[in-house]
């Protein structure tokens, strides 16, 4: 039997990863520099403060979201501390017992309500139901989302929504299996039965920590579609395994004061609103050799980071004694000959509507060593006999095979002008398992073959790409005119086409189309 605390886990490490990436792309385009001047809640009895109070009823001025109750410091509390523009636009339109299907009706009350800002908590009972058969699909969960999430976005330009990972059911039931008041009380309120029932059996349970992976990944990609929309990165389903018998209510299942209380920290710091903190530093990526590109993951990051800033560092051989290099604040760097006999550390501030954090720094990299001086040829050295006009909107090539691992320095084909210049762009694509083109892997400079000009190899720069031994595809995309330049091929062979508008080539090849044709292309790499 597999471990579901593995999986869990698991799930945990890739949210993790993916949340500062996630976070970057979805809040592209939102209004980061004002605090929102309302609040709205969205989902179950979680948000509603369901049994905080003492008894079997909602207290929704005890909610970790919209509440009023000092102990807890609600979102809407710690917003209100820092912009007095929110108060009394706080609203709860969770409702007790409900699933992620009924938060699209409770995301039109929020747009009614002109809410700034959205916190969305729901699916425990999209899991927690009598039998496993019961619990809602993955499809199912992600229509339903994205339904709530398009309402959202569509009807309240520059809503920032805050979604909540569902809690680690299946830790928790680790934690308080033995305490007979617990399992008392779930069998007495009828919790969750799939998992917390005594008749649950151990595939059961299984089911539902899997189910909870499933769909808290889900929470994840879905909600990387919408700009405004950000996770809390799994730090509620984190904290359910670390619950005290003290943060539950009476039914041992939903959430005391302190328990809300902990819910709003949680999400509060992995949230919108804070200045990030590094949670994993920055990873350099590439060969540390001159003419090679570096590239720098951002690293991890709680707070919802909004924005990157990077600054590349020369530093000793141990890694010590780094100075800033002039203008080198992108998010990749070319190495040049000043940097040979150095490492090279890179260093990155995450900032967010409430501020910047300190810098994070990378690893140092290996002791730049100076360029290559050998070159080498992969492709179709040889200028073919027969000459072809492309259209407009074409990519064209054939697949040639890499013999070693190498680094790309520039595209060349055989080429000959028209009647009228016309533009292409080299385009390079990886093979799959049957050798046909696959992923784009790198794209050239354009270059204009000008009418009337004479037949001869053309040069086209490429990225200092590092590919492993293989069979790539090379290719051209032709554009924007027709009846222009001719290219040279041989009639024998395979060459693959299909359409693609000019001036971006697709981020995979598409149509398997085939010629008998060997076009005159190749690639010097080093």
Known sequence: MKDPGAARR???????????????????????????????????????????????TDYPAESWSTGTDTVVNSHYLRLKAQSAAITNHASNDAVSGSTMAATFT???????????????????NDVCTTTVSQMTTTASFASALQATLSRLTTNLPGVRILVLSIPDWY??????????????????????????????????????????????TTIASVCAQFAGCGTDGGAVFRLWSQLAVADLAFDYFHLSATG??????????????????????????????????????TGSWTGSPS????????????????????????????????????????????????????????????????????????????????????????????????AEAGTLADF?????????????????????????????????????????????WVTSTLPATAL?????????????????AANAMSTSGTGYYNANPYGSASSSWGAINTETATWSFYVDYQ
């Open 10 to 56: 698991a799930w945990t490490a890739v949210a993790l990863a993916a949340t500062a990436t996630l976070v970057a792309l979805a809040f592209a385009g939102s209004d980061a520099a004002a605090l929102p001047s309302s609040i709205a809640a969205l989902g179950d009895s979680l948000s509603r403060g369901y049994g905080a109070g003492g008894a079997a």
């Open 106 to 124: 409770q995301a039109g009350t929020a747009v009614s309500q002109g809410a700034q800002y959205v916190t969305l908590w729901s699916g425990t």
């Open 171 to 216: 830790g928790f039931w680790q934690r308080f299996r033995t305490n007979s008041s617990a399992s008392g009380a779930w069998a007495t309120y009828a919790r969750c039965s799939d998992l917390l029932g005594a008749n649950a059996t151990a595939a059961d349970r299984q089911a539902v920590a899997t189910r909870i992976n499933d769909l808290n």
């Open 260 to 297: 809300e209380a902990k819910v709003a920290a949680a999400a509060w710091n992995a949230g919108l609103f804070v200045a990030p903190t590094s949670s994993g530093l920055p990873v350099v990526s590439g060969v540390a050799q001159q003419a090679q590109t570096l590239s720098a993951s």
């Open 307 to 402: 924005s990157y800033a990077y600054q590349w560092f020369d530093c000793d051989s141990s890694g010590g004694g780094c100075v800033a290099i002039a203008g080198a604040t992108g998010s990749s760097y070319l190495l040049v000959a000043g940097d040979v006999g150095h490492t090279v550390r890179v260093s990155v501030v995450a900032s967010n509507a409430s501020g910047s954090s300190s810098a994070a720094s990378s690893a140092a990299t290996a002791v730049v060593t100076a360029a290559s001086t050998t070159t080498k040829q992969f492709g179709n050295t040889v200028a073919g006999g027969t000459w072809v006009s492309p259209g407009e909107g074409y990519k064209f090539g054939s697949v040639f095979t890499l």
């Open 412 to 456: 060349k084909w055989y080429t000959r002008g028209g009647s009228v210049s016309q533009k292409f762009t080299p385009v390079i694509y990886a093979t799959d398992g049957n050798g046909n083109p696959a992923a784009l892997v790198a794209t050239g400079s354009e270059v204009t073959v000008a009418a009337g000009q004479a037949a001869g």
């Open 468 to 484: 492993a031994a293989g069979s790539y595809l090379l290719g051209l995309a032709s554009g924007p005119t027709s009846g222009g």
